[in-house]
């Protein structure tokens, strides 16, 4: 008798091996046809797999995240179904699954156009009407070989090289298609049909530029078409808000060949930048922390002592010098930070020293991996680090996290996920030391009430992370802040306090960075705030605009006297028509409009409107001033944020 234990630990007795799809059908046929897989005992299986031994089993249907990753890597499957009926000498690669969605690599002679992607999808539509089954079959070694020997695909034999202990495989069927995979796979085409085809690129066999060039077919799919229709409109939206685009298009910032991956910052987008910064400093001068600044470029020694040389070497950019000593420009802040901590003797009542450092770093990215301001060169880490007694660690961590949470409140981030993660296989340190570096971090979190997500092995090979996720506007995601703890750094540097009884002792070391880069941080913001950014971080803060040459020199003194009030403002005095102006400036999304005609400026007023539409009327240039001083400060009025400059 094999026992079959369901998720309400229900109990179904077989008197022999039974089917996943028949264990569906005996509880009921709503769940048998919505069967897409099982997961037997912790393990993603088909829906024909059998079960020969007492477990405990989880069906898998479209509203599970594992179905909706078997949906699309099936999709993935039936591009190839697709490909291969439309252009019968392609050559299939590889087609995994990707956040949100899927892709295939694929050989052939010419480069697909949009017209072949629309045919491409148009076929698996046609393909999915069928409500053909896919057909499993665990193939011994040597059949695969000849299968794909026989069908000319030299990428699939090349893959099954890979994998010399392999003696049997999954094959999947979609009808005269065959493809190679562990699976699971959909049961039958109909649970595909909430798909669609997005875009083609260019990829390396084995991401290796050295390589042959493939052709990548992109596609999203979805347990059902209102998930789809969401998806497709939440990427439309992602589109409008491309910090690219409307980096051009608001004149903050562009990229050039002669210095990849590095930004060249124009006067607004640098303002921006400032204004970040400035916020943070102030923050972090409240919060208790003292600020510094190391070299650009230190010597290899430094980064041998570190462990960077070794570990990193493939991302640093070096350079020697006449007597033969190489040097390297930083790709991190922290071996500067324990240099500078190096530096006398310090006691136990030094800490916790808090050090911040606004950090220029450089990081060799493949020139693919470049992505605007999301992914560059050269960039600005608000890093900081925190050096304390062992004592000190859990409540300086707990500090830490409230601060995170505290800014990315002032920018709109209301939904942050943390996730802790944990020790790997191969680390420095004693159990007994991860232990306690664990627990700082655990119980951080667990005394100021947050919820994490446990994320085990994924740690640092000197000590456990957190990681900061930011959900925007439009519910995507981003990792930006991460506190480490870490031992290997103070040891390998030999770094000490002296402790109360007179003794060396060795500090702990904590990384923090809340921003993580400034540049990235800027370019989230941008699509966050679609370009509009809340008074008291854009740029330009107000625009004077006067209504004829009558007008100019009041415009001037409108613009004069708010400025000395510390506001962002400028005058617009062009022969221009006022709409046109208007129009203009709500473009380039600048918050206030500030209206003067004859008649302002008789009466010393200012005619006022708002970036949204909304239209204040008149109102006296002194109110006025007042009013944009106070909505200039952050709306959540902490001690830093009165500190700051409007």
């Known amino acids: 008798m094999i026992d079959i234990t369901l998720p309400d630990a229900s109990v179904r007795r077989y008197a022999e091996p039974v089917f996943v799809q028949q264990v569906a059908a005996d509880i009921g046929a709503g769940l048998a046809k919505a069967t897409i897989a099982g997961k037997v005992d912790g393990t993603l299986v088909d829906a024909c797999d059998l079960i020969d031994h007492d477990a405990h089993l989880q069906i898998i249907t479209a509203k599970d995240a594992e179905g909706i990753e078997i949906i699309r890597h099936s999709c993935a499957h039936l591009v190839g179904h697709a490909v291969k009926q439309l252009y019968p000498t ?27 992607l629309a045919m491409i999808e148009q076929r698996m539509r046609e393909l999915i009407d069928k409500e053909y089954d896919v057909i499993k079959q665990v193939t011994p070694r040597d059949e695969v070989i000849a299968v794909f020997r026989a069908r000319n695909e030299e990428y699939k034999l090349r893959l099954i090289e890979d994998m010399p202990d392999e003696q049997a495989m999954g094959l999947y069927f979609h009808e005269e298609y065959v493809d190679m995979c562990r699976g699971p796979h959909v049961p039958n085409t109909r649970f595909l ?62 990229f050039d060949d002669m210095a990849p991956g590095s930004v060249f910052w124009h006067p607004k987008g640098w303002t921006l930048f400032q204004t970040l910064l400035g916020y943070m400093r102030q923050r972090q001068e409240v919060a208790g922390y003292v600020e510094v600044n190391t070299p650009d470029v230190m010597d290899r020694g430094l980064w041998e002592t570190s462990g960077h040389w070794f570990n990193y070497r493939e991302n640093m950019f070096t350079t020697s010098t006449e007597d033969e000593r190489v040097f390297a420009l930083k790709p991190m802040n922290c071996p500067g930070a324990v240099s500078l901590y190096a530096r006398g003797i310090k006691s136990y009542r030094d800490l916790p020293l808090r050090m911040a450092e606004f950090g220029k770093v450089h990081r060799y990215e493949p020139s693919g991996a470049l992505h605007g301001l999301l992914r560059v060169r050269h960039f600005t880490q608000d890093d900081a680090h925190i050096f304390c007694t062992p004592e000190q660690m859990e409540q300086e961590c707990a500090d830490t996290i409230e601060l995170v949470f505290d800014i990315y409140r002032d920018f709109g981030f209301e939904d942050v996920a943390v996730k802790l993660s944990t020790r790997p296989a191969n680390r420095i340190g004693t159990d007994g030391t991860w232990d306690k570096l664990e627990g700082a971090l655990s119980g951080a979190l667990h005394r100021i009430g947050v919820d994490y997500q446990l994320n085990p092995g994924e740690g640092a090979f000197y000590g456990p992370k957190l990681e900061f996720v930011l959900r925007d506007a439009i519910g995507r995601d981003w990792q930006c802040g991460t506190l480490q703890v870490d031992l290997n750094l103070p040891e390998r540097f030999d770094i000490h306090y002296i402790d109360e009884q007179g003794e060396r002792q060795r500090p702990v070391m904590l990384h923090r960075a809340l921003f993580g880069s400034l540049e990235r941080f800027i370019g989230i913001l941008i699509e966050q705030y679609s370009g509009a950014f809340p008074l008291w971080l854009a740029p330009q803060q107000a625009v004077v605009l006067n209504i004829s040459e009558a007008q100019d020199d009041y415009a001037r003194e409108v613009a004069s006297r708010l400025k000395r009030n510390g506001l962002r403002v400028t005058a617009d005095l062009r022969n221009e028509k006022i709409g046109y102006k208007i129009r203009e400036y709500t473009l380039q999304k600048v918050p206030y409009l500030l209206v003067v005609g004859d008649k302002e400026k008789q009466d010393r007023h200012v005619s006022v409107r708002m970036l949204r539409g909304e239209d204040l009327g008149s109102m006296p240039l002194d109110a006025l001033a007042t009013l944009l001083f106070d909505q200039a400060k952050l709306a959540r009025h902490h001690e830093a944020a009165e500190a700051l400059p409007c």
Do not use: C
């Open 90 to 116: 392609a050559r299939m690669v590889i087609g995994p699954v990707i956040e949100d969605g899927f892709y295939y690599d694929i050989a052939f002679e010419r480069p697909f156009t949009p017209y072949d």
């Open 193 to 254: 049909k909430a798909f669609r085809l997005t875009k083609l690129s260019g990829a390396y066999w084995r991401g290796d530029s050295k390589n042959e060039q493939l052709q990548r077919i992109y596609g999203t799919a979805w347990a059902d078409k209102k998930q789809l229709a969401a998806y497709l409109q939440r990427i439309e939206e992602a589109e409008k808000r491309d910090h690219r685009k409307l980096g051009a298009h608001l004149d903050l910032f562009h």
